[in-house]
C-alpha cells in the first residue's frame, strides 16, 4: 500500500512537501483504519506527527484531509480509500506540523456563540425541565464533536475565519437558540445578526458532506437564519 503525507517541520522546511510511505499488504486487514496505518509508520518514522486520542470517533483530534476530504481517521477503513492514499492536513488554518493544524480561531469562534446553557439560577429543588418534544428538538445538534471536519471544508471560513463564525460554531449557536429552557434567545439572535458572522454562509454544504457525525450544520445555518428573520425586527 502506498500513503502520500504531506510533511512539514516549520524548524527544518521552508515550505510543506508530499514524503511516499509504504507499507506491506499483509498487514492490512479488511477493516483496518487509516488511523492504525498512521501509528504504524510512526513506529519506523518518531517524527511523523499526528494527533490522535480515543480511536472510536469521539474525540474528534485526528480530523485529516483524505484524498481531497475531510474525514476522522479512526473511523476511515483504509478498504475504502483508492490508492495511493493522499494525506493532508485539515485545509485553511495554519500548519503546526505535518498534520497538525492550529485550532486557535476555530475554538474562538466556538466560544464567541456562548455554547452553554443561559438560563434562570436554579434552586436545589428543581431542575430545567422540558418536554419530551422539546428534547427532541436538540436531536442532531448537541452531538457534536469538535473535530473541525466542516469549519475547514468550507470556503466561506477559509477566506474568513475571523468573521464568519463557520458550521460547527453556528451549528452550537442552533442548538442554544432552540433550546426552550435558554433565556437569552432574542440577545443570541441578536448577536449572530451580522453579515459576516453568520450571513456569509453560502449554503454550498461542503461542512454537511464532510461531518463524519452524520450532522447536518448547513441545514442548522438555513434554520438560524430562518428564525432571526422571523423573530429579529
Ligand atoms: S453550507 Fe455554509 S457553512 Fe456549510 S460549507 Fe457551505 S458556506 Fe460553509
Ligand atoms: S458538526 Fe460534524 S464535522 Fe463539524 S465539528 Fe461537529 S462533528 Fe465535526
Known amino acids: ?30 477493516d483496518t483504519m487509516l488511523l492504525e496505518v498512521l501509528l504504524m509508520l510512526r513506529e519506523n518514522d518518531s517524527t511523523l506527527a499526528f494527533r490522535s486520542s480515543c480511536q472510536e470517533g469521539v474525540c474528534g483530534s485526528d480530523g485529516m484531509n483524505v484524498n481531497g476530504k475531510n474525514h476522522l481517521s479512526c473511523i476511515t477503513p483504509v478498504s475504502s480509500l483508492t490508492q495511493p492514499i493522499t494525506i493532508r492536513p485539515l485545509p485553511g488554518l495554519p500548519i503546526i506540523r505535518d498534520l497538525i ?13 456562548k455554547p452553554y446553557l443561559q438560563s434562570e439560577p436554579l ?43 463557520g458550521p460547527a460554531a453556528l451549528l452550537a449557536a442552533q442548538r442554544f437558540v432552540i433550546d426552550s429552557r435558554d433565556i437569552k ?9 451580522s453579515p459576516t458572522k453568520t450571513f456569509r454562509c453560502r449554503h ?30
Not at 185 to 193: F, G, K, V
Open 1 to 30: 500500500m502506498k500513503i502520500i503525507i504531506q510533511r512539514y517541520n516549520p524548524e527544518t522546511d521552508r515550505v510543506p512537501y508530499d514524503e511516499l510511505f509504504e507499507i506491506d499488504d499483509a498487514q492490512i486487514q479488511h
Open 101 to 113: 493544524i492550529d485550532l486557535n480561531l476555530f475554538y474562538q469562534q466556538y466560544q464567541s456563540v
Open 123 to 165: 434552586d436545589s429543588e428543581h431542575e430545567h425541565l422540558q418536554t419530551p418534544e422539546q428534547r427532541a428538538q436538540l436531536d442532531g445538534s448537541y452531538e457534536c464533536i469538535l473535530c473541525a471536519c466542516c469549519s475547514t471544508s468550507c470556503p466561506s471560513f477559509w477566506w474568513n475565519p475571523d468573521q464568519f463564525a
Open 185 to 193: 434567545h432574542i440577545d443570541r439572535l441578536q448577536e449572530l445578526d
Open 204 to 233: 454550498i454544504q461542503n461542512c454537511t458532506d464532510a461531518c463524519p457525525k452524520g450532522l447536518n450544520p448547513s441545514r442548522a445555518i438555513q434554520e438560524l437564519k430562518s428564525i432571526m428573520v422571523k423573530e429579529l425586527p
